[in-house]
């Protein structure tokens, strides 16, 4: 009977033992994989959609998302970082407010084993696994001909107006883009660089609006108002050096460029101030990412990227190293075009695009 009754118990045991670790089994097994999501701001109006629609397509991959946003402070975004790698993240979604800075953060995350991938902005290093963005040479270069093209370059008469005076509003200096933004603006202008004269060229820092309106509000009054185009970087800045320029009765009258088709951005041109924007289709970049993402998570290989030195990714030719990246086309728009690639496409609701727009001026919602 004493026999039979441990038997019993030793049996009992062995069963629930193997209970506990098949739960054990698929505990772990169901425990979804952790990807980080780290953003520099959610000031620029495409930053917290975007952020959002890779967590949405994340988590319906069946990831777990951890979203982190910096306020354009580098050592909260490396912090955020260092904290998101010690919850477990597996794989990061950087978009760096300091492509110097976030360096450190980003190869003590690969160095645990995070995949990250560089998104829209480079982090210098090439222990990212991968960079994704558009071309951003080419909207720097899109933005100075669609500038020029407003103040009809070709046909300006040096002997009749003088050479023709341009503000430049870099974007904020930490942000590689911005540099490579100048780099495309550059090459664009250097045709016609005998009738340009440089009046003002400063960088915005942050890609504040508000610092852009004090710097164009500077701007006019060491001008003394004479100033004939304006290439800003992006809508934001472009609009801030708008309203400075509105209260001087400049606004509608002197071209100015911008980036991004932000539904204000869009409007503004509609309404003949801003002159011309960059359509980036961020709804193609965030899909990138997610796959990308995945494929580097399951150890797949990964179509379609391209090896670039980061030298030429920084316009700088002692940065070493090379990084696998991967640019999404830019399209230029301007009044011509807004309604065909802008709205046709609900890149941006008609309503914000024609807001203040009598109805009779506007064309047929699609
Ligand atoms: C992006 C722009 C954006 C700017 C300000 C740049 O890195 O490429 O689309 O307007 O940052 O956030």
């Known amino acids: 009977m004493k026999m039979r009754f441990t038997r019993l118990f030793a049996f009992s045991l062995l069963l629930s033992l193997f209970a506990v670790s098949l739960g054990a089994c698929a505990a772990e097994k169901s425990a979804p994989v952790k990807v980080g999501i780290s953003m520099s701001d959610f000031a620029t109006e495409r930053w917290k959609p975007e ?218 041109i509609v309404k003949g101030e801003l002159s011309v924007t960059i359509f980036k289709d961020i709804r193609d970049l965030a899909p990138k990412a997610v796959g990308l993402m995945d494929s580097l998570l399951n150890g797949e290989s990964v179509q379609g990227m391209q090896q670039f030195s980061l030298a030429e990714l920084t316009n700088t030719p002692n940065q070493t190293g090379f990084v696998q990246a991967y640019f999404l086309p830019v399209v230029q728009v301007n009044q011509a075009n807004l309604y065909d690639t802008v709205v046709i496409s609900g890149f941006q609701p008609y309503e914000s695009v024609y807001r203040d727009i009598p109805e009779d001026q506007r064309p047929p919602k699609p």
């Open 51 to 268: 952020a959002e629609l890779i967590q949405k397509l994340l988590e319906e991959k069946g990831y777990e998302v951890l979203v982190q946003e910096a306020n354009h402070d580098v050592k909260l975004q490396n912090d955020q970082v260092e904290n998101m790698v010690s919850q477990g993240i597996r794989g990061l979604i950087i978009l760096a407010e300091d492509g110097d800075e976030a360096v450190s953060a980003v190869e003590k995350a690969a160095a645990a084993g995070v995949k990250v991938i560089s998104y829209d902005r480079l982090v210098k290093t090439d222990k990212i696994s991968a960079y994704l963005s558009f071309d951003n040479t080419e909207v720097g270069r899109q933005q100075a001909q669609g500038l020029m093209q407003a103040v009809d370059i070709e046909n300006w008469d040096v002997a009749v107006n003088g050479k023709l005076r341009l503000v430049k509003l870099g974007g904020s200096p930490t942000d590689n883009n911005a540099i490579l933004f100048r780099k495309g603006q550059d090459e664009a202008l250097e045709p016609y660089a005998d009738k340009i004269e440089v009046v003002a060229d400063q960088w915005v820092d942050d890609w504040d609006p508000a610092n852009a309106l004090k710097l164009m509000e500077n701007i006019l009054a060491a001008t003394n108002n004479d100033i004939d185009a304006v290439l800003a970087s992006n809508d934001g800045t472009a609009l801030g050096a708008l309203e400075a320029m509105r209260a001087q009765g400049l606004a509608g009258v002197v071209p100015v460029s911008g980036q991004d088709a932000t539904a204000d951005g869009c409007n503004s």
